[in-house]
């Protein structure tokens, strides 16, 4: 989460069009920028593989950043990411 605010190796112009919705071709905007979901204030993403799950949750205007890694195969995870982003949410 550090290096998405401020670092020695990206500026901050550049890393802040990670974030920014593009335009399509029709001129709709897109919730999606450079791997990241664009939405209500935050940026986040999700990965699963072989039993394994990952998310990763900042808002950028509070500064409050959730990660959730898991080994397994849990069919909760989702309920539990939910869960704990609701506790933390600004």
Same mark, same amino acid.
Request: proline content about 3%.
């Given at each position: 989460?550090? %290096?998405? =605010?401020? =670092?020695?190796?990206?500026?901050?112009?550049?890393?802040q069009q990670s %974030?920014? #919705? $593009?335009? !399509?071709?029709?001129? +709709?905007?897109?919730?999606?920028? %450079?791997?990241? *979901?664009?939405?209500?204030? #935050? /940026?986040? /993403? @999700?990965? +699963?593989? !072989?039993? +394994?799950?990952?998310? &990763? *949750?900042?808002? $950028?205007?509070?500064? &409050?950043? !959730?990660?959730?890694?898991? @080994?397994?195969? =849990? &069919?909760? %995870?989702?309920? &539990? *990411? =939910?869960?704990?982003? +609701?506790a933390l949410a $600004?």
């Amino acid at each position: 989460d550090k %290096f998405w =605010n401020g =670092n020695k190796l990206v500026s901050d112009q550049l890393l802040q069009q990670s %974030f920014a #919705r $593009p335009t !399509l071709n029709d001129g +709709a905007y897109s919730n999606y920028g %450079f791997g990241w *979901v664009l939405e209500g204030g #935050r /940026h986040w /993403h @999700n990965g +699963a593989w !072989l039993g +394994a799950n990952s998310y &990763i *949750v900042r808002y $950028p205007k509070s500064s &409050i950043c !959730l990660v959730v890694l898991d @080994n397994s195969s =849990n &069919i909760r %995870f989702d309920t &539990i *990411v =939910n869960e704990l982003e +609701a506790a933390l949410a $600004p």
